[in-house]
């Protein structure tokens, strides 16, 4: 009796010292979950083992030296292993066998650019991840483009600070330019609005050479650019971004997306900057960047049912600056000269798709209503305008017996009413433009090709055709050729389109009469990927001509006091050749060269000439490191701006400027950041090379003369701009499937 209650209390004791674990052992084909009757939970090293109840659970003793390997198996699952410790003991395991009948889950990385042109596609499209927005300041849509040598984007006047894209040589009206397929940064937009979107809220760049398709609009005569905007459900919980520079300019913009349900979901962007600070860093006695604020917000839905997609949100801003003279002259007995920029804009767009039984067939509209104005005054010259606009876009895609063969036809409308008042000026104007089209895609094995045309009804310029092809032949498995063709036209808005034109005493003479300018493009590419240093890399050859039939012309040198407004009477062309290198050395280094040439010409005065402040050479070259550990980004942009054309003026003695052709001009812009958890924190500079243009601006001191022009500006106008910043993160949690523990 006194052994067994020795051995008793041995036993008792035994068990206190290893303890045991329980817990319960589930199994999963992903659709249902059960416990598992029978399965075997085994102690590896050990060698002891036990089978779960018909309620799967189970309990077991460690053994005294740990750790060990708990090995759990059921007939038709695939086994699973815990490692178990001394600090296991007493604890509870619920843990979830997936069926043997599920295949393997196989993961693959790859390191992802964020700067390429895709392979997939027919067009030539050059995608801009929101890794190469991080590259830059990058706090409004006019810095997005700071590291892509194929669109440039230019200071319009020396006193307003308003930029202006450019691409393929060409003003920032003839490519389109779109939000998501919704049209953006047109009419009243096209002159300040690249301060509307910060860049911040974006996610990717799209960037099309040529024409672009019939399903986007009829606009697309030099390219089109699309901006894909971060979507609620899968941008951040929390994004904050804090931005300050040696101008002055504070930012901060602020991301945060969340859930609503199973089906909903929600996002919020919102953006603010001021600039409080006057600087004049030329001593010219003029602002060499503009003061004032501007505030954006954005906020959208998101539903994704079974068998409907649909979204729906507003866009708006408020943008207020002042130029001009500094405080300190405001009292000249001459007179004060005031810059004043005010927008305001609203915009309220949505978007609905339906899913078809019919397998690759579905219906798509998208809808768009916009309100804006813009107030501007330049010393004594003011311009009001207002805009309303409506757009909508109806898609059908389907396709013809497989997915080699698709189709889209649709339907489309824009209601524009457009109302300009400038010095004795006026013009005003209600379009209504219905339109159909239609567009077929074959992808075969090599040869791909897109071929489309649409029909639109002007109200006040009666039917327009525009035709488009787009090819791309495969000649190797490293070689894509690309080749298109396509009409574009719009109708031009003389006023808003030059409205820094108003930065001179010139006067305006308004065109006869307005008609839709009309182009015709063609070119092509070729696109050569190779291996180097075991990395991938790519060399690409673009070349592509823009014939005008018609065209708004905006002379300068027909007469030294007038801008004179006319439609096309002789000749206008671009010729714009690209060729871009991009390789890796090593996984962690990045490198891009490019070159650019343009030949831009048109009949101004009595001649054809090359377009004004426009450079036919530009040499490009961006270099990017990041850290084996990803903790330390280094990036650096370095471009050469050749020569350019400079409109002949007078001066204030009544003689003709001398200097009628831009200097060669460097300008390097580099930045580091340091990556900590969920926050960045950067640093950066802008112009380190502190290039300026030597006086900007012709007869400062006599800003109401007949001799005054800020308008002749081809290079930077502030030296040196240090910036710092940083981000703080926190992404949206994920409904995480159940897993093999919890």
């Not at 984007?153 to 779109?178: C, E, F, H, P, R």
């Amino acid at each position: 009796m006194k052994n067994i209650a020795i051995s008793a209390l041995c036993v008792l004791f035994m068990g206190t010292l290893n303890a045991q674990v329980k817990g319960v052992v589930y199994g999963t084909n992903k659709k249902e979950k059960e416990a598992l009757y029978g399965a075997k939970v085994k102690i590896l090293h050990a060698n002891r083992g036990v089978y779960t109840d018909e309620d799967g659970t189970f309990e077991i003793i460690l053994p005294k030296e740990l750790p060990d390997t708990m090995v759990f198996s059921a007939i038709g699952y695939y086994p699973d292993t815990i490692i178990v410790d001394k600090k296991d003991r007493f604890i509870s395991f619920n843990v979830t066998l997936y069926s043997d009948q599920l295949l393997p889950e196989m993961v693959a990385s790859a390191k992802k650019g964020t700067h390429s042109i895709s392979r997939l596609k027919t067009l030539h499209v050059e995608e801009i991840g929101s890794g190469e927005l991080r590259k830059a300041a990058c706090c409004n849509l006019s810095e997005s483009f700071e590291t892509n040598a194929s669109v440039d984007v230019n200071i319009t006047d020396a006193v307003s600070g308003a930029k202006k894209i450019q691409m393929m040589g060409l003003d920032g009206v003839y490519t389109q330019i779109q939000f998501e397929n919704i049209p953006y940064l047109r009419g009243l937009e096209s002159s300040f609005g690249l301060n509307s979107m910060s860049g911040t809220w974006i996610e990717s760049i799209q960037i099309t050479k040529g024409t672009g398709n019939v399903v986007n609009g009829y606009e697309s005569m030099a390219g089109l650019v699309n901006l894909e905007v971060k979507k609620p459900h899968e941008m951040e919980a929390l994004y904050l971004n804090a931005y300050v520079n040696g101008m002055g300019r504070t930012e901060l913009n602020f991301n945060s997306g969340f859930k609503l349900g199973k089906k909903w979901s929600s996002g919020w962007l919102a953006h603010g900057s001021v600039h409080p600070i006057e600087m004049d860093y030329n001593k010219d006695g003029f602002r060499d960047m503009p003061n004032g604020q501007n505030y954006a917000v954005m906020n959208r839905y998101h539903y994704q049912g079974q068998k409907m997609e649909g979204q729906i949100g507003f866009n708006a801003y408020w943008d207020d600056k002042q130029g001009g003279q500094v405080s300190s002259l405001r009292n000249n007995p001459g007179g004060f000269y005031d810059v004043l920029l005010k927008s305001r804009h609203i915009d309220v767009f949505a978007k609905t798709g339906f899913f078809m039984k019919k397998p690759g067939h579905s219906i798509g509209v998208v809808y768009n209503v916009k309100y804006q104005t813009v107030d501007a005054t330049f010393g004594k010259r003011a311009f009001q305008g207002e805009e309303k606009r409506g757009y909508i876009n109806a898609i059908y895609d389907g396709i013809f017996g497989t997915t080699d063969h698709k189709f889209k036809v649709g339907l489309s409308g824009v209601y524009s009413d457009l109302r300009q008042h400038m010095d004795s000026l006026t013009s005003d104007r209600i379009e209504i433009v219905p339109g159909v089209f239609g567009e077929y895609t074959f992808t075969g094995s090599r040869l791909s090709a897109v071929v489309g045309a649409r029909g639109d009804y002007h109200n006040l310029f009666g039917v327009q055709f525009s035709p488009r092809l787009h090819l791309k032949y495969i000649l190797t498995e490293w070689t894509d050729l690309r080749f298109t063709v396509g009409k574009g036209w719009r109708v031009p808005n003389y006023m808003i389109d030059n409205i820094s034109l108003l930065a001179s005493s010139r006067t305006w003479i308004a065109p006869d009469t307005i008609v839709p300018e009309v182009s015709w493009n063609i070119g092509g590419s070729v696109v050569q990927s190779f291996k180097l240093f075991g990395q991938t890399g790519s060399l690409a050859l673009d070349f592509y001509h823009t014939q005008f039939e018609n065209q708004m012309i905006v002379d300068r040198d027909v007469d030294y006091d007038q801008v004179v407004f006319k439609n096309l009477n002789g000749k206008s062309f671009s010729n714009s050749f690209q060729a871009e290198l991009s390789v890796s050395p090593s996984k962690t280094v990045d490198l891009r060269f490019a070159y650019k040439y343009l030949d831009v010409r048109a009949s101004y005065g009595e001649s054809i000439q090359q377009q004004v402040m426009l450079p036919v050479h530009r040499g490009f070259f961006n270099f990017g490191y990041k850290t084996r550990n990803k903790r330390w980004e280094f990036d650096m942009t370095f471009s050469v701006f050749g020569e350019s054309r400079l409109p002949q003026t007078l001066l204030p003695d009544s003689t003709l400027t001398t200097k009628n052709k831009s200097d060669v001009y460097p300008l390097l812009n580099a930045q580091i950041t340091h990556v900590y958890k969920r926050w960045d924190f950067y640093l950066g500079g802008e112009n380190l090379t502190n290039y300026t243009q030597k006086n900007p601006i012709i007869d400062a001191e006599n800003p109401f003369s007949s001799r005054f022009d800020a308008t002749r500006i081809w290079a930077p106008v502030f030296g040196v701009n240090v910036y710092l910043g940083v981000r703080f993160s926190i992404d949206q949690k994920e409904e995480k499937e159940p897993g093999l523990t919890e």
